[in-house]
């Protein structure tokens, strides 16, 4: 009885946990824009150029990523919980020393600060909700985590923009963000039984325990050694090369190639990430056939390739071209609850906070190095790029995602001829 209502928790309990998992984890996408909304006013006041404000993403995400690695261990060894609230913490240290800089050695702090923050959520968010959540409600989970991700991505513009505003200061911006970091932890602190990861059960290592048979134990880094993990890898590595290419450069790549308000450009990111939020909450309905799932990814980020390709080329009015780029955002959306699920699908038991924090400093990396390379194509005078780069990486990323899915069909071949 009581490992059925571990198994099967009810309806109340799991939307708790998959809640306040999606608040944290909007939170963390929302500090990866800490820094971006205010480009043009850094631009203002300390006479930055586009390549020095692509260095400061950078360093967000090679931290990030570095860290996210070697978060994935510690998450295994100690816990989800602890490691998240001091990723919470970093953030409120972040703000305050974006808040108080006085020149790029001050916002370089500030992001690497962000980027050590952020590097823990993935591993973090998927050991809590594998744990947690039940099996049937794990693709809405997976969901409601992207959906949330995306509208932290949305709210920071108009959040730190808006405030930027009213204040007439963008270090007010700064400071309002680390209170909002503030709420969230306390938050989460008077809610801590519902993430609390040493309670619950993995859904997969379950499967093997009634069976009869648990899982073998192995090195910490045998899963290393999985092509699956790196081909995971290499996916988030294209994809999210791509997206660095829409946040941080799309709206000044429309405004030079269609002479664009900023007022206008400004909201090409906010719709990209809507979009990409709606694409989500459906997509969380399409993760139930498990042999699908790559070719879900393929044909959703086939479709925002082609509607970035289309901006690049000029063809669009100028209107029109910044409504396109943001519907672009529904095919990236659709396919991620899929992605999460294909990672899961490829993560050895027992080894999830490992994988995960492995596979998503993928992410960072995208972002580390695509943010200066879309920088430089902006300062040599080449907006189109930024649409062509990132339609380029989506069509790369649908071919790791596809030989993902290829690696899994012949694991599960090859167990079921063993059997």
């Known amino acids: 009885m009581n490992t059925d209502s571990r198994a099967n928790p009810p309806l109340r309990q799991d ?6 998992i999606g608040l944290a984890h909007g939170t963390s996408h929302f500090f990866h824009m800490l820094l971006p909304p205010l480009f043009p006013l850094f631009i203002r ?5 586009y390549s020095e404000l692509g260095l400061l993403v950078s360093t967000f995400f090679v931290i990030s990523g570095i860290g996210q690695a070697l978060a994935g ?7 989800a919980r602890p490691v998240l609230f001091c990723a919470l ?3 409120m240290l972040a703000a305050l020393a974006a808040a108080t800089a006085t020149g790029y050695a001050g916002l370089l702090l500030a992001a690497a600060l962000a980027g050590l923050g952020n590097s823990s959520f993935h591993p973090v968010d998927f050991t809590i909700l594998n744990k947690r ?10 969901s409601v985590h992207g959906v949330c991700g995306n ?3 949305a709210a920071a513009p108009v959040f730190m923009g808006g405030i930027a505003a009213l204040s007439g200061s963008w270090r007010v911006a700064a400071a309002c963000a680390g209170a909002w970091a503030l709420l969230v932890a306390l938050l989460l602190l008077a809610n801590a039984d519902a993430i609390d990861d040493r309670k619950g059960q993995w859904s997969h290592q379950r499967a093997h325990e009634v069976n009869g048979s648990a899982a073998p134990t192995e090195h910490p880094l045998a899963f290393l050694k999985l092509p699956a993990v790196w081909l995971c890898f290499s996916f988030f590595f294209w994809s999210t090369g791509s997206m660095a290419a829409i946040q941080g450069f799309a709206g000044p790549a429309l405004q030079q190639m269609h002479d664009l308000p900023l007022a206008l450009t400004s909201l090409v990111v906010t719709g990209y990430m809507l979009s990409g939020a709606v694409g989500m909450a459906v997509g969380g309905f399409l993760v139930a056939r498990a042999e699908r799932l790559k070719r879900v990814i393929g044909a959703c980020l086939l479709g925002s390739a082609a509607l970035l390709a289309m901006v690049g080329s000029g063809v669009l ?3 029109l071209a910044a409504l396109v780029a943001s519907l672009a955002g529904f095919g990236t959306g659709l396919a991620g609850p899929s992605r999460d699920m294909l990672i899961r699908l490829a993560a050895p038991p027992g080894a999830t906070g490992r994988v995960y924090g492995t596979v998503y400093s993928g992410l960072d990396m995208g972002y580390a ?4 390379i879309f920088g430089f194509l902006m300062d040599r005078g080449s907006p189109s790029g930024v649409f062509f780069g990132s339609a380029l990486m989506l069509l790369m990323g649908v071919v790791s995602a596809s030989l993902v899915g290829l690696r899994i069909a012949s694991a599960r071949l090859a167990t079921r001829v063993a059997a």
């Open 369 to 372: 190095l695509g943010s200066p």
């Open 73 to 79: 261990f510690l998450v295994d060894r100690v816990g």
């Open 89 to 91: 913490a970093c953030f």
């Open 151 to 153: 509208l932290g991505w």
């Open 15 to 20: 939307a708790r946990t998959i809640g306040l």
């Open 45 to 49: 006041d300390f006479g930055f150029s």
């Open 133 to 142: 959540v039940s099996q049937r409600r794990l693709g809405h989970a997976y």
């Open 317 to 319: 009015p100028g209107t």
